[in-house]
């Protein structure tokens, strides 16, 4: 039975601007699936399948859009143009006809294909989609099924692609892509990281990472792409712990997902805009990565001194392997080697024990990422057990007592003297390592508030030593 839509439902400008260049040309994937289902988009991505002469091609669609474009190989030669609000992707088919090529693509849902010419014809309304494995109907019942039965053998990248899709459009999986997944999923670690990354990201943009991971879990490819926290399980809940690890850490993501980042400004107040989204939810993830390599049991406890440590070390290879970017695998050390630091200073405020030189030496040392530090331990401190859940109000109470101290010590905390006229009091003819150690050491005490005037600064500069730095705290004051 024939399947036809009304035309306007695929019209896109910039596809009336081109489609004189084709001879043939399908519009095919992701934008016809968006287009069916109305996912409205500020942005466009227009994939077209063609038999023509892609260099001919190319040619007449740089002259009509007024752009260059590039190259790139993936299962097959693509030709790219990226304007404002659209990205254009040009392949030749796979296969001889359309119904070969669409054989070819992952999910039902992704090949249903359009002939362009039929979207200008001037006297019909409607489309016809081509849709010979039923996608179309897989789009009405919500599911996730692959074209064939050799689909996810073929790309085991797929089992990801399928993952993404079902978090992104809130369907469900077919029990043909469960089986596929559950079977292939070794061969993830023969796959491309490049390809997985590109899912991963994607699937970090979708608000539902957590749901993402754990489904990654059931078809046993979460370790195959995250193969540091293949132990997680093995750690079973203690202390204050309900849950075992790979539980906490997944709660942990999800805490950040669906608290955290909708109460941002409630728990940062103004710092809040320093948070981004994707690369903390990776931080989550790997937060304990070093428990397994450092549990012990003491008086019928388990221990874990040092996982802090040794687990920003692994995390920091992990987002290396995975080519996560500099700021990322910064960001995830600093955060994951510091995390417990907020639950420490706590502890001391609750004592009535906490100084300003502990506040300022943890803004210090987590420095550029002290907020995404605090934020993530309000994830942290909820996935610990349902009480710490309920008390999380009390938490941030103090998490705004340690903001407070930042704005009104630390943000704009700048030196009484400069590097120079440290070296002019020392007598010192060149620069020195001496000269940042004094100037870090001033600073602390100008925060906490020891130095509060030039004339402090100069007393401690000059009784400060290098060799005998507790002889400068005595010299402070005089």
């Avoid at 992952?106 to 249903?112: E, M």
């Avoid at 897989?138 to 996730?144: E, H, P, S, T, Y």
């Avoid at 948070?275 to 937060?287: F, N, P, Q, R, W």
Wanted: overall charge neutral; some cysteine.
């Amino acid at each position: 039975m024939e399947k036809r839509v009304h035309k306007l439902t695929f019209y896109h400008p910039v596809v009336e601007k081109i489609a004189a260049c084709f001879e043939k040309a399908y519009l095919v994937g992701g934008f016809v699936r968006d287009r069916l289902l109305r996912v409205p988009k500020e942005s466009v991505d227009i994939d077209i399948t063609t038999p023509d002469d892609l260099s001919k091609v190319k040619n007449c669609v740089s002259r009509a859009l007024n752009l260059s474009s590039f190259t790139f190989e993936k299962e097959k030669t693509v030709v790219t143009f990226i304007g404002n609000d659209f990205r254009i992707d040009i392949s030749n088919l796979y296969g001889k006809t359309v119904k070969e090529d669409l054989l070819k693509r992952d999910f039902t849902i992704n090949a249903i294909a359009v002939d362009i010419s039929e979207l200008f014809l001037p006297f019909n309304d409607d489309v016809l989609l081509i849709d010979p494995f039923g996608g179309f109907e897989d789009l009405q019942k919500g599911l996730i099924r692959p074209v064939a039965a050799t689909s996810i053998t073929d790309d085991p990248v797929r089992i990801v692609r399928g993952v993404r899709l079902k978090v992104l459009l809130d369907f469900e999986y077919h029990s043909s892509f469960l089986e596929q997944s559950r079977a292939n999923s070794e061969k993830l670690e023969e796959s491309a990281v490049e390809r997985i990354k590109e899912e991963l990201i994607k699937i970090l943009k979708t608000g539902r990472s957590a749901e993402a991971f754990r489904d990654l879990d059931y078809l046993d490819a979460f370790v195959r792409i995250f193969p540091e926290l293949s132990d997680l399980e093995k750690i079973p809940p203690s202390g204050l712990h309900q849950y075992n690890l790979k539980e906490h850490t997944f709660r942990t993501v999800e805490f950040l997902e669906n608290y955290c980042f909708e109460k941002k400004e409630e728990i940062l107040l103004e710092f809040s805009e320093e948070i981004g989204e994707e690369e903390l939810k990776l931080v989550a993830l790997y937060h304990d990565v070093g428990k397994p390599l450092t549990v012990k049991e003491k008086d019928g406890k388990l221990t874990f001194y040092n996982h802090d440590r040794v687990g920003a070390e692994i995390a920091k290879k992990a987002f290396i392997r995975l080519g996560l970017g500099k700021r990322a695998v910064n960001l995830g050390f600093k955060v994951i080697r510091h995390h417990l630091r907020p639950f420490f200073l706590y502890n001391l405020f609750k004592k009535e024990q906490l100084s300003n030189r502990a506040i300022y030496r943890f803004f210090r040392d987590t420095e550029p990422y002290s907020f995404h530090t605090l934020f993530h331990s309000v994830a942290d401190w909820m996935a610990t057990s349902t009480e710490m859940e309920k008390g999380v109000d009390e938490f941030i109470d103090f998490i705004h007592f340690l903001l407070r101290f930042y704005r009104e010590r630390l943000k704009d905390l700048k030196p009484l003297l400069s590097g120079r006229e440290i070296m002019e009091i020392k007598g010192f003819d060149k620069p020195n390592r001496c000269v940042g150690v004094i100037k870090k050491k001033m600073l602390e005490l100008q925060a906490i508030g020891r130095i509060k005037t030039i004339e402090d600064a100069i007393n401690f500069v000059r009784g400060y030593s290098c060799e005998n730095p507790d002889k400068g705290r005595l010299d402070c004051n005089s």
